[in-house]
């Protein structure tokens, strides 16, 4: 059985403050993938990360990708309350089809408050 | 920007009834994915769609769930025979083939609600 877990499942933050997310897990991933949901909606896609030791950064949010490729962080640096939402990580499994079905974390849910 | 869509945003069924959730996937792409999330719980994966047959299922998708792309563009799930537990979000994906192709992008999510 696939799982991931992620750490926090609530964090409830100030403005300014920086934040890291964790996503673990016991299984390698081909890639892994985080995604923000909002009440109600799909889960829309932040950023891919593939290759282990992996960093990508997306304005104040940077991602790291494990060496080992089983975990994953999101650090958030000076969160505004915009960032306010449910950050999901998903990991995937290439097939020999070329399909990577997603399983999913758990979620942390992040509050920034003003 | 492409997007995926789906339809109806919210659907209210009888238990034992038939239902259609509908998806049409973002154009040029060629995987397609069904998903659904309980409420309070987290994203499931159902089933995997490539060159028009199943490329893999989950433990969830039983003989009540079928999956069929009748056209070029539209993509659905159905259920033959509701059940309560069958309330959900149901979200329909879609990834594109090649470099970047293991990317997967969702739809707004279809409320299925059986009573």
């Known amino acids: 059985t696939q799982l991931l877990e992620q750490s926090p499942q609530f964090l409830s933050i100030q403005e300014g403050e920086n934040l890291t997310v964790y996503c673990n897990s016991s299984s390698v991933f081909s890639s892994l993938q985080w995604y923000r949901q909002e009440p109600g909606e799909g889960p829309v896609l932040l950023v891919t990360v593939v290759t282990g030791g992996e960093v990508k950064k997306l304005k104040r949010l940077t991602f790291q990708f494990g060496d080992a490729r089983k975990d994953s962080s999101l650090h958030i640096t000076a969160a505004q309350p915009g960032d306010t939402g449910l950050y999901l990580c998903?990991?995937?499994?290439?097939?020999?089809?070329?399909?990577?079905?997603?399983?999913f974390g758990t979620g942390t849910r992040l509050t920034v408050i003003p | 920007e492409p997007e995926v869509t789906q339809t109806p945003s919210h659907q209210v069924t009888q238990m034992g009834q038939e239902v259609i959730l509908r998806c049409v996937p973002i154009?040029?792409?060629?995987?397609f994915y069904w998903y659904r999330q309980i409420l309070g719980q987290k994203v499931e994966f159902l089933v995997s769609f490539y060159n028009n047959e199943i490329s893999e299922k989950s433990e969830i998708f039983d003989d009540q769930f079928s999956v069929e792309r009748p056209d070029g563009s539209n993509f659905t799930l159905k259920i033959r025979s509701t059940k309560l537990e069958d309330s959900a979000m149901y979200f329909c994906a879609s990834s594109a083939t090649g470099t970047g192709g293991y990317e997967q992008y969702f739809g707004p999510g279809t409320r299925l609600t059986v009573t």
């Open positions: 154009s040029n792409h060629l995987y």
């Open positions: 998903a990991g995937a499994w290439f097939l020999r089809t070329g399909a990577n079905n997603l399983f």
